[in-house]
């Protein structure tokens, strides 16, 4: 069993050992092959009657898949790192405190030992601080992926463009269902996974206070972020599909994987009759559905429902009412099904 820190409460030891075990994967051509499990898996998983399109569902986004495949994903990166340290554990951003923050670029997970903070402008949005930056020649990006430099503008997406708050964590946590028919990034679709993933907007909710992307896919558009250059659309490393070249994604997947699991001992709490809060359980699409197997990995979606099974478990910092709390309740939308 071991445990899975807040990026807060990291010794300066620990994000040493953290940091230099990512570089040594990096220098041996391993951290690479991950980009391209991300990338490989967007090829579309649809039933018969739906789009043949990635950008409707696919193996480990925009479905019930997305939480579980990710789980598995950093339990796979994290063997990596143990095999180099066996003392590490990937830890976890909570971007709702840093939300909070007078100035939310300035967070602790930013800091000169650990991920480096914002690009710089005169750079072309390169970040040319801490162990990440393009300069030290440790962590270059092949072209293909979207090199050759990490590139972050914080917060430029849209204007105002603000981390998820912990009351957006909430309409997540509030959510009773894992997922629903037709299980897609539609805003209209409810549950659980298609809110945390951040696909349920204003359109598909009049609670939602903010323009755009909500909640996983915010963090992911807030961090990257875009520009022009001579004209050329850019964007960030957080944004297309090969993100996980910026560091932070494994930080901001753990939190997703911190929330899922947290909302996974409430419903076993308020409702356990509905275990295993899973769906699919049969009969939807493909990789998606419980017995389905994680490619290109072995273990099924059940096999990594339960995170004390399989060997971990999640500080416990800000014991607020998120996980305290176990009865949430606020009014339905009209929008809602
Ligand atoms: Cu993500």
């Known amino acids: 069993m071991y445990i899975r820190k807040s990026v807060q409460s990291l010794s300066k030891e620990e994000k040493k050992a953290f940091v230099s075990a990512l570089l040594i994967l990096k220098k041996e051509g391993r951290y690479d092959e991950y980009i391209h499990w991300h990338h490989a898996v967007m090829t579309p998983t649809v039933l018969p009657n739906e789009p043949k399109d990635a950008q409707y569902r696919n193996g480990a986004h925009r479905g019930p898949s997305f939480l579980p495949w990710h789980r598995e994903f950093l339990l796979q990166v994290e063997k990596d790192l143990q095999n180099i340290n066996s003392a590490i554990s990937i830890p976890y951003w909570d971007w709702t405190e840093d939300s909070k923050l007078p100035d939310p670029t300035k967070g602790a997970v930013w800091s000169e030992d650990l991920m480096g903070g914002n690009g710089v402008e005169s750079n072309g949005w390169r970040v040319d601080n801490g162990p990440f930056a393009y ?114 994604f494994l930080l901001h997947h753990c939190f997703i994987d911190k929330i899922w699991a947290d909302w996974q001992s409430i419903q076993a709490k308020n409702n356990p009759a509905a275990s295993p809060h899973y769906a699919p359980e049969k009969n939807g699409p493909s990789g998606h559905n419980l017995d389905d197997e994680l490619k290109p990995w072995n273990r099924t979606i059940r096999d990594v429902l339960d995170i004390k099974k399989i060997g971990y478990s999640y500080e416990e910092i800000n014991s607020d009412e998120m996980t305290m709390n176990t009865s949430f309740s606020r009014p339905r939308s009209p929008f809602e099904a």
């Open 135 to 248: 300069k030290t020649g440790n962590w270059s990006i092949p072209i293909e992926h979207d090199g050759p430099a990490l590139t972050r503008r914080f917060g430029s997406w849209l204007p105002n463009f603000n981390l998820p708050t912990k009351d957006d964590l909430y309409m997540a946590m509030s959510e009773v269902l894992y997922d629903t028919p037709p299980y897609n990034s539609s805003p209209f679709t409810t549950g659980f996974r298609n809110r945390l993933e951040g696909w349920v907007t204003m359109r598909g909710d009049n609670l939602v206070k903010t323009p755009g992307s909500q909640l996983h896919n915010r963090v992911h558009l807030w961090v990257g972020g875009r520009w022009t250059d001579n004209g050329e659309e850019k964007v960030g490393s957080m944004v297309p599909m090969t993100s996980p070249n910026d560091p932070v």
